[in-house]
T-cell receptor
């Protein structure tokens, strides 16, 4: 079975500082994809970043980077230079062949950025 | 390029009724997935369609059904609504049905069952 665990229900960060949101996963697949999404209070899920299981380099997209540690099965999201608009719910997700290509999501981490 | 659109955005129904939600994917995307999001259960996968075929189904009762049309637009239907069906229903589209394709989400339909 596949599982995503996000152990931080809520986190606070000061504006302009960096923050790391934790994500660990469990899968028997050799090939899988890892995704992070942001969900503001409006409800829409916004894609942030993708990491493939065979990608040797950590993915980066602007202020977002993914700290991928395959042996530890972790895929932490790092947001640099936090902005007030980063306050939202963040979801880690995985898509694998063992799960029939279903995407499963973690419980999410609510991030609060303080001015 | 227009994003994923979902209609209606808000819906109020009573127990026992049925409801149909619609999703139009990004142009060129052939895969559409549906998710239910509730405060208690989080985001749960409902089903996925690719080229008009249901490829995957989540652990939901048969009251939940869906279909995809030849233009990739998708509908989901919930019959005999229960109070517990109140949720945000999210639709996501991707180019193909593969591990690497990113799913892009619509704004969701917020269903309230009274």
């Amino acid at each position: 079975a596949q599982k995503i665990t996000q152990t931080q229900p809520g986190m606070f960060v000061q504006e302009k500082e960096a923050v790391t949101l934790d994500c660990t996963y469990d899968t028997s697949d050799q090939s899988y994809g890892l995704f992070w999404y942001k969900q503001p209070s409006s409800g829409e899920m916004i894609f942030l970043i993708y990491q493939g299981s065979y990608d040797e380099q950590n993915a980066t997209e602007g202020r977002y980077s993914l700290n991928f540690q395959k042996a530890r099965k972790s895929a932490n999201l790092v947001i640099s230079a936090s902005q007030l608009g980063d306050s939202a719910m963040y979801f880690c997700a995985m898509r694998g062949s063992a799960g029939g290509f279903k995407t499963i999501f973690g419980a999410g981490t609510r991030l609060f950025v303080k001015a | 390029k227009a994003g994923v659109t979902q209609t209606p955005r808000y819906l109020i129904k009573t127990r026992g009724q049925q409801v149909t939600l619609s999703c139009s994917p990004i142009s060129g995307h052939r895969s559409v997935s549906w998710y239910q999001q509730t405060p208690g259960q989080g985001l749960q996968f409902l089903f996925e369609y690719f080229s008009e075929t249901q490829r995957n189904k989540g652990n939901f009762p048969g009251r939940f059904s869906g279909r995809q049309f030849s233009n990739s637009r998708s509908e989901m239907n919930v019959s005999t609504l229960e109070l517990g069906d109140s949720a945000l229903y999210l639709c996501a589209s991707s180019l193909r049905d593969s591990l690497t394709d990113t799913q892009y989400f619509g704004p969701g339909t917020r269903l309230t069952v009274l």
